[in-house]
């Protein structure tokens, strides 16, 4: 679609950095037991773990707790992707499509973990930006 055809939003996606879309989501250590998740996840949905630097390696969903597992690290799903704050949502929403991923960690300096961007929160940008709440 061109920037003539979808009312700006492609040229306004490029405009718009993925730190300003991303949602912030409760972290905890690889070693955080089970009953801390739970207490986590209520509200959130998800819980991602982060190595001791503060960069993110996995996330832990509720579906996760039916697995076996004591701690955050033997029940998080590896994180595929970072990407920098200041990228694009044009270019975030591009790598997820192209790598089949639903969610990405958003980091700053030294990789370290500021918040999650998802399919929903790029759809529901792209909705208000098209003026619907």
Same mark, same amino acid.
């Given at each position: 679609?061109?920037?003539?055809?979808?009312?700006?939003?492609?040229?306004?996606? @490029?405009?718009?950095?993925?730190? +300003?879309?991303? =949602? &912030?989501?409760?972290?905890?250590?690889?070693?955080?037991?089970?009953?801390?998740l739970?207490? /986590? /996840?209520? $509200? !959130? *949905?998800?819980?991602?773990? #982060?190595?001791?630097?503060?960069?993110?390696?996995?996330?832990? $969903?509720?579906?996760?707790?039916? @697995?076996?597992?004591?701690?955050?690290?033997a029940?998080? !799903?590896?994180?595929?992707?970072a990407?920098? @704050?200041?990228?694009?949502? +044009?270019? &975030?929403?591009?790598?997820? &499509?192209?790598?089949?991923?639903?969610?990405?960690?958003?980091? *700053?300096?030294? =990789? @370290?973990? #500021?918040? #999650? /961007?998802?399919?929903?929160?790029? #759809?529901?940008?792209?909705?208000?930006?098209? $003026?619907? =709440?």
């Amino acid at each position: 679609m061109n920037d003539m055809a979808d009312g700006g939003l492609g040229r306004e996606a @490029r405009r718009t950095a993925v730190g +300003s879309v991303m =949602r &912030a989501v409760p972290t905890c250590a690889a070693d955080l037991p089970r009953g801390g998740l739970e207490e /986590l /996840l209520p $509200g !959130h *949905g998800e819980v991602v773990v #982060l190595d001791p630097d503060g960069r993110p390696v996995g996330v832990v $969903g509720f579906a996760d707790l039916g @697995r076996q597992g004591v701690t955050a690290g033997a029940l998080f !799903h590896p994180l595929a992707l970072a990407l920098d @704050r200041n990228v694009p949502l +044009s270019v &975030a929403a591009a790598v997820m &499509a192209h790598d089949c991923v639903d969610r990405i960690a958003i980091v *700053g300096e030294g =990789r @370290r973990f #500021l918040g #999650l /961007l998802t399919c929903r929160d790029v #759809l529901g940008w792209l909705a208000r930006e098209a $003026g619907h =709440r």
